[in-house]
C-alpha cells in the first residue's frame, strides 16, 4: 500500500489506462496521464471540477455516474467517443462512496481486429489466386499448343506471324498468371514523396482539373525501404478510386507515428498516408467486405484493386484501412520503418 499520494499518482501515470478518482458529485479528485489525453484536458485545469465541465462525455457516462446505485459492484460502459478516441469504461464504486473509473483505449483491439482481417482478405486473394490460375492455365495450354502447331505447319507468311503472337500473348498471361496475388518486390531505400508526385501526374492526366488535391505533408517523413513500383500502384488506386467516388476534393495527408503499431511485434513506428475525400462515399453494404477480392461497388470495376493493394501492403509488413466519413471516405495506409525492419527486408530479399 502506498501511503504518498504523490507517488501513487506517478505510478498511475505509467499505466496506459485513463483512470480518474471522482467524489460522490462527480467531481474529479485525482486523474493521471492517459485520462488526461482521453478527455483532452489537463488535470490541474479539471482538479475539483465537475467532469462534464470540463469534457464531453456520452450522455450515458454522465448518467451512469449521477445514478450509480449504493449497492454497485461496478459496471461497464462500451465504445465511448471520447475525445479522439473510443473507450470501454469501467465505473467502480471505493469504500468511501466516491467513484474511480478506468477509460480502456479499444484503438490497439482494433487495429487487432483489422490485423486478422487483413490476414483473411490477403489469404483469400492467394487462394483465389491459385483456384483461377488452375482453372485458367489449363486451356490456355491448349490454346499455346495449338498455335505452336499452327506455326509450325505455317513455318513462314502473315497466318504464322498471327500464330507466333498467339504463344506470345499467351506466354505472358501465363507469367501474369503465375506473379498474381503473389508479389515480388524489389525493395530499396526510397523517399514517399517523389512517388506521391508521380501518381498525382498521373491523376492530372486522367482525371484532368476535375479535382482539387490538398496536401498536408509532414516534412519529417524518413525514407523507407520499399517497391516503388508497388507501392506507387497502391498510391494510384487510392486517388482513383476517389476521383470515381466524385470527389471533388482529395486531401493527402502523412504523419510519422512513434508508437507500438502491431504491426511488427515490440516497438515499432509507422508512416501513415491518408487519402480523404468528400465524394459518395462507400455503401454500408459494401463496408465490410470492402478489401476483399471481386467485392466492387461500380458497374465496371474489377473488384480487385483494393484486395491488391491490401495484399502488397501487407508484404511491407503494413496495413490498409478505411473508415466512412459523413461525406466521403478515408483510407490510410500503414507503413513501418526503422533499421530493425530495413534488415529483416534486406534478408528476405536477398
Known sequence: MLADPAQALRLLDLLDTGVIGLDGTGRIQFMNSAAEHCLLVSRDRADGRYIGEVADIPRELRDAILQMPDDSQGIRLHELRMGKGLYDCTIQLTRNRNLLLEFHNLEWEQMRLRLQQREVQTGMLELLSRNLGHEVRNPLGGIRGAAQMLADELESGELSTL?????????????????????????????????????LDLLVAEFGESVKVERDFDPSLPPIRADATALRQVILNLLRNA???????????????????????????????????NGQGVPESLRSLLFLPLVTGRRDGSGLGLALSQQIASAHGGMLTFEPLENGSQFSLYLPFGKELGDHNRAGAS
Open 163 to 199: 500464330a507466333q503472337l498467339i504463344m506470345r500473348e499467351s506466354d505472358r498471361i501465363d507469367e501474369l498468371i503465375q506473379r498474381f496475388g503473389q508479389p515480388d518486390l524489389d525493395r530499396r531505400d526510397i523517399d514517399l514523396y517523389p512517388l506521391l508526385d508521380e501518381a
Open 243 to 277: 476521383c470515381q467516388a466524385g470527389a471533388l476534393v482529395v486531401l493527402i495527408r502523412t504523419r510519422v507515428e512513434h508508437v507500438n503499431t502491431l504491426l511488427q511485434s515490440g516497438q515499432g513506428s509507422v508512416i501513415r498516408l491518408d487519402v480523404i475525400d
